[in-house]
């Protein structure tokens, strides 16, 4: 198990950026990758970007891609996600999440993002 506490969530304006933060605390297992997940109302939770600890190797949903970096250092228990180039469509309660290799997914309580003018 692990405690993750999301925060940097806001009001964004379009082509604004945020930076939201995740610090991860009594976590039980090793970590294998961290990341960061979406949902917007009445949608289904999206996957958004993660960085594997091994090799730094970061992944992007490609409606982020090149807007979006996330970063982190898995000493610090820490994970970040830089966005720019906001759009109302990056509107979604954003969620930290952390693995094991090979398990399941634990998640933040998420944290509010609304990109409006």
């Known amino acids: 198990q692990v405690h993750l506490v999301e925060s940097g969530g806001g009001l964004g304006q379009p082509g604004g950026s945020l930076r939201l933060s995740c610090a991860a605390s009594?976590?039980?297992?090793?970590?294998?990758?961290m990341g960061w997940f979406r949902q917007a109302p009445g949608q289904e939770r999206e996957f958004v970007a993660r960085?594997?600890?091994?090799?730094?190797?970061?992944y992007y949903a490609d409606s982020v891609k090149g807007r979006f970096a996330i970063s982190g250092d898995n000493a610090k228990n820490t994970v970040y996600l830089q966005m720019n180039r906001l759009t109302p469509e990056d509107t979604a309660v954003y969620y930290c999440?952390?693995?094991?290799?090979?398990?399941?997914?634990?998640w933040g309580q998420g944290t509010q993002v609304t990109v409006s003018s």
């Open positions: 999440a952390d693995r094991g290799r090979g398990s399941s997914w634990y």
């Open positions: 009594g976590r039980t297992f090793s970590s294998y990758t």
């Open positions: 960085i594997s600890w091994g090799g730094g190797s970061t």
